[in-house]
């Protein structure tokens, strides 16, 4: 009996999953499944733009990963409207194609996804076998400061006291964060030209999931699964020390740590094909191909094939 290696990808804020198209293709043909989901209020999902509920949103989540995680041989998965799953189909010669038994999912999650990974994993647990966190956006107690962008504690309180009388405002998001734009380089200002629907949310949305939820990051890290964190040492929009510290705060035995000499797209891993062309420069092929390599090494080494004797 053997399993198939499945990996299900989580965005961050003013993106979708069409983030993840470049790490799919290479991931899936190494026989991997890779599947992006929209999160709620996201590219092609149900719920209001920029009004991502996180409750349902884990919901969500785990609606596809139950489906991924029971599939057979003979079973495809459903995607039903309205969940905005981008599925990378399996490439000819995939290791999966004759699951019979369970497989193994796995959960990725980049920049604020980690948080909405994080508390995935805190009241699904039993659902994934391991957890792969890039760049996580999550508020260490100990750490004063974790990005050149985000807004400074009084900034915070007018949004919150905003947030009382008008929770379903929406505002465009480099407005809350002014620095995003000048510090994120070409890559925000392409963003922000072809993808700018992408940065209008609530202020719930702003208050709730991206002030509030990742700073509850103690309730989180009590975590006995294998994780492996990933960080760019040139990462402006989320520091590295972020990663550094919360790796020594999470208490799963089963824990990595890798840092690469990138910044927070990972070389263009993690960023929308079609919008890495317009770029000034070009990453390095071979440094991309070491950020996939890491991922499926790491995967390869918690589900190892199984050995036939004669």
């Known amino acids: 009996m053997t399993c198939g290696k499945i990996l299900v990808c989580i965005h961050g804020a003013y993106c979708d999953g069409q983030l993840f198209a470049y790490l799919a293709s290479k991931i899936s043909s190494k026989g991997f499944r890779v599947y992006a989901i929209d999160l709620l209020g996201h590219g092609k999902s149900d719920g209001v733009r920029g009004d991502t509920h996180f409750d349902n949103s884990l919901v969500s989540i785990n609606e596809v990963i139950q489906a991924l995680k029971n599939e057979t041989q003979n079973q495809k998965l459903r995607v039903e409207e309205g969940n905005g799953t981008h599925i990378n189909n399996k490439p000819n010669g995939s290791m999966d194609n004759n699951n019979t038994g369970k497989n193994k999912v796995f959960i990725l999650g980049h920049s604020l996804g980690c948080t909405f990974v994080l508390w995935y994993v805190r009241r699904f647990k039993s659902s994934i076998d391991g957890i792969i966190l890039m760049a996580p956006y999550l508020r260490i107690p100990t750490i004063k400061k974790r990005s050149d962008v985000e807004p400074g504690s009084l900034s915070f309180l007018y949004l919150f006291l905003r947030r009382q009388l008008a929770p379903k405002k929406i505002m465009a998001f480099i407005d809350v964060v002014p620095k995003l734009q000048k510090i994120g380089g070409e890559e925000i200002s392409l963003l922000l030209r072809h993808r700018r629907d992408n940065f209008r949310y609530t202020i719930r949305f702003i208050v709730d999931i991206v002030g509030l939820r990742n700073n509850k990051v103690q309730e989180v890290l009590k975590i006995d699964l294998p994780v492996l964190i990933l960080h760019g040492k040139r990462d402006r929009l989320v520091y590295p020390q972020v990663s550094q510290t919360l790796f020594n705060m999470i208490e799963s035995q089963k824990k990595g740590i890798k840092l690469f000499d990138c910044d927070h797209w990972f070389y263009h ?17 071979s440094d991309r191909n070491m950020i996939v390599q890491t991922i499926t090494d790491w995967i390869n080494l918690l ?8």
Do not use: A, D
Request: glycine share 0%.
């Open 303 to 310: 589900s190892p094939q199984p050995r036939f004797f004669y």
């Open 269 to 285: 891993c993690v960023f929308y094909p079609e919008l890495v062309q317009m770029l000034s420069y070009q990453s390095n092929e």
